[in-house]
């Protein structure tokens, strides 16, 4: 389906890309919107593949709707000439989901990604992607991902080089050991255990593999867990609303591994593609100096920080110099 305005000319297309068999015998579909360029503008040289955090949908990055997208980083970074592919998790959205959710872990959702976005690269550039559209066959990819998005986006770098260049966006390096079991946050440096200790941790918690939203705010409740800076008050009361539209269940392991703190680190050693981390002066998550140790191997991080900015970075008035320094650091990768 693809959709524009007069006022925006910006296009989208909403589809759907194979990402093969995760478990034998379930092929699984992920579903993607495809936000382009006007047509007048020059050939797009990079694409960026978009992973959203937890308790969200693929809409994160393309908030609001056809007559407001203020809050739009896909529609900022298409206006700057770049497609922006948005996708949704594995049992989110239009995505499809195995037999058991049970299944769906980090290391599911990085390699259904992995093919998603293998997908995705090879239809832009042989032009059977969207319909119309030309073929771009040096299109460069470049992975993108918010919070638990983030680690995935790492996960999926690490183990297979997915991506030219990465940004990580309301990332950083601490994860969030006070809301986890302290018994479990040193042991959790063992990746291993990890895998095999969060279901545990997963059904004595939440449940379930996937909960709703309301749901879990009510989990959260009396735990400490939380906290102003997903909004603070600085946020645009405008894009606190646009915001609720991006809502979805959130897969648990998946949420809980991404708040350990060293549980990307394997993976996080192997990246050797430029990093662009942009964190909010108050968000919840450190994104300090440590990330030149735990990205050892990158030739270029750097680390944005904007103001008065919590986790949910689109909806505070930074965002337009978070939306130029993401497009002005493509636009050098791929220069």
């Known amino acids: 389906m693809e959709t524009s305005t007069a006022q925006s000319v910006i296009r989208r297309f909403d589809c759907t890309v194979p990402a093969g068999e995760i478990r034998p015998g379930e092929a699984l579909l992920v579903g993607l919107r495809v936000v382009l360029p006007t047509e007048d503008a020059p050939s797009p040289r990079a694409v960026f593949y978009c992973l959203p955090g937890g308790y969200m949908n693929l809409s994160y990055f393309d908030l609001g709707d056809e007559a407001d997208r203020r809050f739009s980083m896909a529609e900022a970074l298409a206006r700057r000439g770049f497609i922006v ?6 049992g989110i959205g239009s995505s499809g989901e195995p037999d058991d959710l049970w299944a769906v872990t980090l ?9 998603a976005a293998t997908a995705v690269l090879t239809g832009l550039r042989e032009g059977s ?3 119309g559209l030309d073929p ?22 690490g183990t297979g080089g997915v991506f030219s260049g990465l940004v ?15 018994d479990a946050v040193d042991k959790a440096r063992d990746p291993e255990w990890l895998r095999a200790y969060l279901p545990e941790l997963a059904r004595e918690r939440f449940g379930t593999a996937r909960i709703d ?11 400490g867990q939380g906290s102003p800076s997903f909004h603070t008050d600085n946020a645009d009361p405008d894009g606190k609303l646009t915001l609720r539209a991006a809502g979805a269940p959130l897969l648990t392991q998946p949420g809980l591994f991404s708040m350990f703190p060293g549980a990307s680190d394997r993976p996080s050693a192997a990246i050797d ?25 990158c030739p270029s991080l750097e680390i944005f920080r904007p103001e008065d900015t919590g986790h ?11 939306f130029e320094r993401i497009a002005d650091w493509a636009a050098r990768l791929t220069a």
Not at 108 to 115: G, P, Q, R, V, Y
Request: hydrophobic content about 45%; overall charge negative.
């Open 312 to 322: 949910n970075l689109f909806i505070f008035p930074s965002r337009h110099a978070s």
């Open 136 to 157: 771009l066959p040096d299109l460069v990819a470049l992975g993108c991902g918010h919070s638990m998005g983030a680690v995935v986006t790492i996960e999926m770098q």
């Open 107 to 115: 290391d599911f959702l990085a390699e259904t990604h992995s093919k």
């Open 85 to 90: 592919v948005l996708a949704d998790h594995p």
């Open 213 to 223: 939203a309301q749901a879990g705010r009510d989990k959260r409740r009396g735990r």
């Open 168 to 182: 990580l966006l309301g990332y950083g390096s601490g994860g969030l050991p006070d809301v986890l079991p302290a």
């Open 129 to 131: 992607l969207v319909p």
């Open 273 to 297: 593609v430029p990093i662009l981390v942009v964190t909010g002066t108050h968000d919840f998550v450190d994104a300090g100096e440590a990330l030149h140790a735990q990205f050892s191997a």
